[in-house]
C-alpha cells in the first residue's frame, strides 16, 4: 500500500503584505519609547486623565497591563477602526468609561473594576488580528507574531529599517478570540485574569 502526501501551502502568516492594504501608523515610530507619555496626553486631550490617573493609582497593577500592552504592540500600531488613532489609545479611553460607568453603578470592588479595565483593554485583540506588522530589512521582509515577543524588541534586534502595517480583510473569529487570551495572560496576572473569565 503507497501513501500519498500532499502538501498544502498555508497563505495566512508569512505571505508577504498586499501594499494596497498598508495603514499607516498613527504615530511616528521614533516616538515608540513615549507610549505612556503619548496615552496620558491622549487622555488628557478627552478629559479623562485624571481618571486614567486614579485607576492606576488605586489599582497599579492596571497600570502595569497597560505599560505591558504598550511594550507588546507599541503606541505605534493603528486601531483597525479609526487608524488615524492608536489601537493603545482607543482601548484605554474604553477601559476608563466601563470603570467609572462601574462605580457610577456602584460597583467599586477590586473584582468589577480590573475585570471592566482589562475585559476593554483586552479589545485590542481585534486590532491586533486585524491589522499585521512587518519588519523591512532592505528587500528583506518579515511578519511579527505575538509569539515574537515585544514588537519593537523584536524590529530592533532584527535591525529592521522600518515596521509596516497591513490591514487583513476578514480576521477570522477564532484568531481574534485567541489572539485576546494570549494578550490577557501575557499583560495580566493569573488572577486578574481569572476575573475577567467570572465577570465578563
Same mark, same amino acid.
Not at 492608536?86 to 470592588?109: D, F, M, Q, W, Y
Not at 479595565?117 to 518579515?142: F, M, N, P
Not at 524590529?155 to 494578550?183: C, E, H, Q, S, W
Given at each position: 500500500?503507497?501513501?500519498? =502526501? ?10 508577504? @503584505? *498586499? ?6 501608523? @498613527? ?8 507610549? =505612556? ?23 497599579? !497593577?492596571?497600570? *502595569?497591563?497597560?505599560?505591558?500592552? /504598550? ?5 505605534? #500600531? &493603528?486601531?483597525?477602526?479609526? &487608524?488615524?488613532? @492608536? ?33 476593554? /483593554? %483586552? ?10 506588522? #512587518? ?8 511578519? #511579527?507574531? /505575538? ?6 524588541? #523584536? ?12 490591514? =487583513?480583510? *476578514? &480576521? !477570522? ?12 495572560? %501575557? ?8 476575573? =475577567?473569565?467570572?465577570?465578563?
Amino acid at each position: 500500500m503507497s501513501e500519498k =502526501v500532499t502538501f498544502i501551502r498555508l497563505l495566512s502568516d508569512r505571505d508577504p @503584505p *498586499d501594499e494596497a492594504g498598508e495603514i499607516a501608523s @498613527p504615530i511616528d515610530t521614533g516616538m515608540v519609547t513615549e507610549g =505612556v507619555a503619548i496615552l496620558t496626553a491622549a487622555m488628557r486631550e478627552r478629559g479623562l486623565e485624571d481618571d486614567l490617573l486614579s485607576i492606576w493609582a488605586a489599582h497599579p !497593577n492596571l497600570q *502595569d497591563a497597560t505599560g505591558k500592552l /504598550l511594550n507588546k504592540i507599541s503606541i505605534a #500600531w &493603528p486601531s483597525r477602526h479609526s &487608524p488615524s488613532e @492608536p489601537a493603545v489609545v482607543v482601548v484605554t479611553e474604553r477601559a476608563v468609561h466601563a470603570v467609572k460607568l462601574c462605580i457610577t453603578n456602584g460597583e467599586r470592588s477590586r473584582a468589577h473594576v480590573v475585570s471592566a479595565y482589562l475585559t476593554c /483593554l %483586552a479589545t485590542v485583540a481585534e486590532d491586533v488580528a486585524s491589522v499585521r506588522a #512587518w519588519g523591512y530589512l532592505g528587500k528583506s521582509q518579515e511578519r #511579527w507574531t /505575538l509569539d515574537d515577543g515585544d514588537l519593537w524588541e #523584536w524590529a530592533a534586534g532584527r535591525r529592521f529599517n522600518g515596521i509596516r502595517f497591513f490591514a =487583513v480583510a *476578514d &480576521p !477570522n473569529p477564532n484568531d481574534v478570540a485567541g489572539t485576546r487570551m494570549k494578550l490577557l495572560c %501575557a499583560i495580566a496576572t493569573t488572577r486578574d485574569v481569572g476575573l =475577567v473569565g467570572r465577570y465578563h
